[in-house]
């Protein structure tokens, strides 16, 4: 079985600090991961993706993401917020092998982002 | 491209009505499913199909059906809706299945708001 917990349900930052949200994952077999971000009344849109290859994955906005199998985190950083990252935030854990949990996702509750100017 | 297409994008019920929620997608993709978003909770899976004829049950089934009779349409039907079932219902779609499917990134529709009185 696979799960997903997100660390905070609300972070706040101005704009111009870093941004860290924090996503812990279990699985039985080697995950992919996924950040996806929703702004409001919006669809779902991918960020990042993690699926075996490079541990620091390199995101759309300047976000990026690290795997570590040690922790099992895959946290979300950006270096400098701007006021169009305020949004919710879901990491998100696809196994990638074993019975027929094949490419079913389990979210994370999600995080809020607040960026105030 | 339209991608994944939802209709309607909001819906009132009364207690008891049916209605058809409809999913379309122009991508020849083979994997598609559902999900509902409630406060807190991320999304959850209801339905899903690995193609045309074939469809599962995700983690929270009851009271929805599906059926997939073609690789483009996937709808989700609410037999007699319950107050229960409010909340915003997303559409995925993806262009694998099985085990390449964990890796390969699930394109989102942009959501139908379901009020049920």
């Known amino acids: 079985a696979q799960s997903v917990t997100q660390l905070d349900s609300h972070v706040s930052v101005s704009e111009g600090t870093p941004v860290l949200l924090r996503c812990n994952y279990s699985?039985?077999?080697?995950?992919?991961l996924f950040w996806y971000v929703q702004h409001p009344n919006k669809g779902l849109q991918l960020l990042l993706k993690?699926?075996?290859?490079?541990?620091l994955v390199k995101g759309i906005n300047g976000f990026e993401a690290e795997f570590k199998k040690s922790e099992t985190s895959f946290h979300l950083t950006k270096p400098s917020a701007h006021m169009s990252d305020a949004a919710e935030y879901f990491c998100?854990?696809?196994?990638?092998?074993?019975?027929?949990?094949?490419?079913?996702?389990?979210f994370g509750q999600g995080t809020i982002l607040t960026v105030h100017p | 491209n339209a991608g994944v297409t939802q209709t309607p994008k909001f819906q009132v019920l009364k207690t008891g009505q049916s209605m058809t929620l409809q999913c379309a997608q122009d991508?020849?993709?083979?994997?598609m499913s559902w999900y509902r978003q409630d406060p807190g909770m991320g999304l959850r899976l209801i339905h899903y199909s690995v193609g045309a004829g074939i469809t599962d049950q995700g983690e929270v089934p009851n009271g929805y059906n599906v059926s997939r009779s073609t690789t483009e349409d996937f709808p989700l039907r609410l037999l007699s809706a319950a107050p229960s079932q409010t909340s915003v219902y997303f559409c995925?779609?993806?262009?694998?299945?099985?085990?390449?499917?964990?890796?390969?990134?699930?394109?989102f529709g942009a959501g139908t708001r379901l009020s049920v009185l």
């Open positions: 995925a779609s993806s262009y694998s299945v099985g085990t390449v499917l964990a890796k390969n990134i699930q394109y």
């Open positions: 991508m020849n993709h083979e994997y």
């Open positions: 993690y699926t075996s290859a490079a541990t």
């Open positions: 699985s039985s077999y080697s995950p992919s």
């Open positions: 998100v854990v696809s196994e990638s092998a074993g019975g027929t949990s094949y490419g079913k996702l389990t």
